[in-house]
């Protein structure tokens, strides 16, 4: 049975370690406001640059012409950029994130699709690179997200499909809901697919007037379409990292002070016995002197 002394040294050991966790979420927090406001501002840009892009693409007559808009007519091998954090103490986050990937891997295997990954955050580096062609890893992306990043991204998966060494690209990384709500979500990059008109939606006519032309313009702003989204993708993740964060160090905490609770009313029933077990000793003691 625990003495005293060793269920007092707990409660001061839980006891730190709730400030700890505390700071951590204060910390997370204050980390979450900034994340937040920068997707907020990248968000709407990058939604309407896919819409636009979406629309051209339905427009153009030979998709053939574009190398990024072109599907495979056979697909052998496809590349996957996971997206994860560097650090742990976020709770479930890398975890889900790193089971979608390996669902995502065993179903393109059991097609006969052989899968390589390029993987932005140690976790996911971590965990694949020794069960999996991982043909790169890097790391400190969500620490501070920057177009430059997106960019170098973006450029070499692009060049992987154009060289045709692979045949599809696709992003996992995590959607962000809301505060309490990170979703891991799977996206085509490459190919880029046309915008669709759902079953029954009226088709809309958009006349668009291009300068120089209309295969410039395309041939430029797909390449930037693909840095703008694989941005996005690092935005999302990185607010969903902390939010996962800020999250888990407030269940920590909360969890810490319900263990002194126990803790201490532990060591008041300890303490309470001693005192029983001494009075009875004492007044067993007088008894037999009374004798």
Known sequence: MATLRDIKR????????????????MVAAAKLRGAQQNMER???YALKFREFIGRLAAGVEDPSQYMLLTPREQVKKVELLLVTADRGLCGSFNTNLIVAAERFINAKKAEGIEVSMTAAGRKGRDFFKRKLALRSGMIGLLNKVSYDDGRRIGAELIEQFETEAVDEVYVIYSHFVNIVRQVPSVVKLLPITPAEHEAGEKEAHFEYLFEPSHQALLTDLLPNYIYVQVLETLYQTSVGEHAARMAAMD?????????????????????????????????????????
């Open 251 to 291: 269940n920590a905490t909360n969890n810490c002070k319900e263990l002194v609770r126990t803790l201490t009313l532990t060591y008041n029933k300890a303490r309470q016995a001693g005192i029983t077990k001494e009075l009875m000793d004492i007044v067993g003691g007088a008894e037999a002197l009374k004798k």
């Open 10 to 25: 707990k409660i001061d050991a839980v006891k730190k370690t709730s400030q700890i966790t505390k700071a951590m979420n």
């Open 42 to 44: 990248f968000h709407p």
